[in-house]
């Protein structure tokens, strides 16, 4: 079986040691994959260091070709990388699923690529002249999770390479392989220490961003890793962007057409399995369509063809791994010790692979752990209200902010409602909707920083202030 590899100064590593990585629908072995080493950690910041000033240095435009020829590397090899992420994180080729994330991964290369930072004159008499400039920070870390492997880690690459820094990026240890492939032939285009690898489990990571070396930390991840984080680099002036756990509301206003917004719904529940930051975890809806509502989704789920993703019609893959399964069973488990109505699925699947039906339980109440907790699965606990300010309230009462919905048929009432919820993004009639040109962040215990358009850029630049006497 085959050993892959990491990537330094453009050189492929062959590592000491190595883990093996697991096919999460058929449990079978797909590689080996590289534990990097202290001292690769360091090697990979020092590459990433010596290319940066060559690579800020570029113009503008020659960054953009560049960046324009990785667009063209992950289109030319989409189906050949799609087929490591179903292999890899399990989600299907077909549907809302690993080739639509191929997709994304070459939209949001060519967007930062048409994008730019002109230089802004913020004050201007005629005294003075105070021009305020967009920087590289320097050496990028960034830090993946499994849920979107490639595709969140071409959302920290891109935008720090084109403003000119140079980036170390540590994929997650459950998808690991898929990503280090594509950096392999993103690295064909680049320059030499642009873009290095390391990989391995947490404490790899942990010696990535505490490297002195390293300006800025994108990191998206779980909550715990994201305050170890910030104290890891509190002392060095470490930049952050902290992209979190989420426990996204949706309210379902009682004028909606439950047919009409039944698709939106479900994908926007269940896309990747729930296994997706931005997904609606918690749905609250009007009493009034409450019954409907449960009935629509539950006919969804059951309709949904799920199983290994690489074969033909499948929309629905396994849960990624271990842990997250068990999260998934136990707080499913709780809910029925808690009396809720499990209305279709709740029960694990036989056989092999971590594969568990789409869930959808009613009759389920604030407070209660199904409710209250990022359960990151295929689970929708359906919570009903009769008013909607105990719906916003509902909605607001946890310490997770990422994103939110609100569905109705009247936008100017749904817009009413958005405002008043506290969430990095409210989405209206969608939920999960996230674009290249649109920056996306959260709020409250979701993390700080925003992604995505020229906000993006910027969070990846530090400013500088030049200030003409022309006296
Ligand atoms: P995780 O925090 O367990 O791991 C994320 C990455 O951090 C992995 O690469 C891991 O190896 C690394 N890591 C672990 N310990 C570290 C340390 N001490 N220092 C540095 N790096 C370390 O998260 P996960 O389970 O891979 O991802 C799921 C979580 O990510 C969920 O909570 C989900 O909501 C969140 N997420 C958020 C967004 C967003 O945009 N806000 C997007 C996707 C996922």
Same mark, same amino acid.
């Given at each position: 079986?085959?050993?892959?590899?990491?990537?330094?100064?453009?050189?492929?590593?062959?590592?000491?040691?190595?883990?093996?990585?697991?096919?999460p629908?058929?449990?079978?072995?797909?590689?080996h994959?590289?534990?990097?080493?202290?001292?690769? +950690?360091?090697?990979?910041?020092?590459? @990433?260091?010596?290319?940066? =000033?060559?690579w800020?240095?570029l %113009? /503008? #435009?020659? !960054?953009?070709?560049?960046?324009?020829?990785?667009?063209?590397?992950?289109?030319?090899?989409?189906?050949?990388?799609?087929?490591?992420?179903?292999?890899?994180?399990?989600?299907?080729?077909?549907?809302?699923?690993?080739?639509?994330?191929?997709?994304?991964? +070459?939209?949001?290369?060519?967007?930062? @690529?048409?994008?730019?930072? =002109?230089?802004?004159?913020?004050? %201007? /008499? #005629?005294? !003075?002249?105070?021009?305020?400039?967009?920087?590289?920070?320097?050496?990028v870390?960034?830090?993946?999770?499994?849920?979107?492997?490639?595709?969140?880690?071409?959302?920290?690459?891109?935008?720090?390479?084109?403003?000119?820094?140079?980036?170390?990026?540590?994929?997650?240890?459950?998808?690991?392989?898929?990503?280090?492939?594509?950096?392999?032939?993103?690295?064909?285009v680049?320059?030499?220490?642009?873009?290095?690898?390391v990989?391995?489990?947490?404490?790899?990571?942990?010696?990535?961003?505490?490297?002195?070396?390293?300006?800025?930390?994108?990191?998206?991840?779980?909550?715990?890793?994201?305050?170890?984080?910030?104290?890891?680099?509190?002392?060095?002036?470490?930049?952050?962007?902290?992209?979190?756990?989420?426990?996204?509301?949706?309210?379902?206003?009682?004028?909606?057409?439950?047919?009409?917004?039944?698709?939106?719904?479900f994908?926007?529940?269940?896309?990747?399995?729930?296994?997706?930051?931005?997904?609606?975890?918690?749905?609250?809806?009007?009493?009034?369509?409450?019954?409907?509502?449960?009935?629509?989704?539950?006919?969804?789920?059951?309709?949904?063809?799920?199983?290994?993703?690489?074969?033909?019609?499948?929309?629905?893959?396994?849960?990624?791994?271990?842990?997250?399964?068990?999260k998934?069973?136990?707080l499913v488990?709780?809910?029925?010790?808690?009396?809720?109505?499990?209305?279709?699925?709740?029960?694990?699947?036989?056989?092999?692979?971590?594969?568990?039906?789409?869930t959808?339980?009613?009759?389920?109440?604030?407070g209660?752990?199904?409710?209250?907790?990022?359960?990151?699965?295929?689970?929708?606990?359906?919570?009903?209200?009769s008013?909607?300010?105990?719906?916003?309230?509902?909605?607001?009462?946890?310490e997770?902010?990422?994103?939110?919905?609100?569905?109705?048929?009247?936008?100017?009432?749904?817009?009413?409602?958005?405002?008043?919820?506290?969430?990095?993004?409210?989405?209206?009639?969608?939920?999960?909707?996230?674009?290249?040109?649109?920056?996306?962040?959260?709020?409250?215990g979701?993390?700080?920083?925003?992604?995505?358009?020229?906000?993006?850029?910027?969070?990846?630049?530090?400013?500088?202030?030049?200030?003409?006497?022309?006296?």
């Amino acid at each position: 079986m085959k050993t892959y590899h990491t990537i330094i100064g453009g050189k492929l590593i062959t590592p000491k040691n190595t883990f093996e990585v697991k096919n999460p629908a058929t449990d079978e072995l797909i590689g080996h994959a590289p534990i990097s080493t202290k001292t690769e +950690v360091e090697q990979a910041v020092n590459a @990433a260091k010596e290319a940066q =000033p060559g690579w800020a240095a570029l %113009e /503008d #435009d020659v !960054r953009k070709k560049y960046i324009m020829k990785v667009a063209d590397v992950l289109s030319n090899n989409s189906e050949a990388l799609a087929r490591w992420i179903t292999k890899e994180q399990g989600k299907p080729l077909a549907g809302p699923g690993s080739m639509f994330e191929m997709e994304a991964c +070459v939209g949001w290369t060519q967007v930062p @690529a048409s994008l730019d930072l =002109p230089v802004e004159v913020v004050f %201007e /008499d #005629d005294a !003075r002249r105070d021009e305020l400039h967009r920087k590289p920070i320097g050496v990028v870390a960034a830090i993946a999770p499994w849920n979107w492997p490639l595709m969140i880690a071409i959302w920290q690459i891109i935008p720090a390479i084109r403003v000119g820094n140079t980036v170390v990026l540590k994929p997650s240890e459950y998808t690991t392989i898929g990503t280090l492939e594509m950096v392999r032939l993103i690295n064909e285009v680049l320059p030499v220490g642009v873009l290095n690898t390391v990989s391995g489990p947490g404490e790899i990571g942990a010696e990535l961003v505490a490297n002195k070396n390293v300006g800025k930390v994108m990191f998206t991840g779980s909550n715990s890793t994201g305050e170890k984080i910030i104290e890891a680099t509190a002392c060095n002036m470490t930049r952050l962007t902290l992209e979190l756990g989420g426990n996204d509301a949706a309210i379902v206003m009682e004028d909606v057409n439950v047919k009409a917004i039944a698709e939106g719904l479900f994908w926007g529940s269940f896309l990747n399995m729930g296994q997706t930051c931005a997904c609606a975890k918690r749905l609250y809806v009007h009493e009034d369509k409450y019954e409907e509502v449960v009935n629509v989704l539950s006919d969804l789920a059951q309709k949904m063809p799920m199983g290994n993703g690489l074969d033909e019609g499948v929309v629905l893959g396994p849960i990624q791994n271990k842990m997250q399964y068990d999260k998934v069973v136990d707080l499913v488990e709780d809910a029925k010790a808690n009396n809720a109505r499990i209305v279709c699925g709740g029960n694990a699947k036989e056989g092999k692979g971590f594969f568990y039906p789409i869930t959808i339980i009613a009759d389920v109440k604030d407070g209660t752990r199904i409710v209250d907790e990022e359960q990151f699965g295929p689970v929708l606990p359906i919570i009903k209200y009769s008013n909607i300010e105990d719906a916003i309230k509902s909605a607001n009462r946890l310490e997770a902010g990422l994103g939110a919905s609100v569905w109705s048929s009247n936008i100017d009432e749904a817009k009413k409602v958005a405002a008043r919820v506290e969430a990095g993004t409210v989405w209206i009639n969608q939920h999960g909707a996230v674009h290249p040109m649109v920056p996306f962040g959260g709020i409250k215990g979701s993390g700080y920083g925003v992604e995505f358009g020229v906000d993006g850029l910027k969070s990846v630049t530090q400013p500088q202030v030049i200030s003409i006497n022309k006296a």
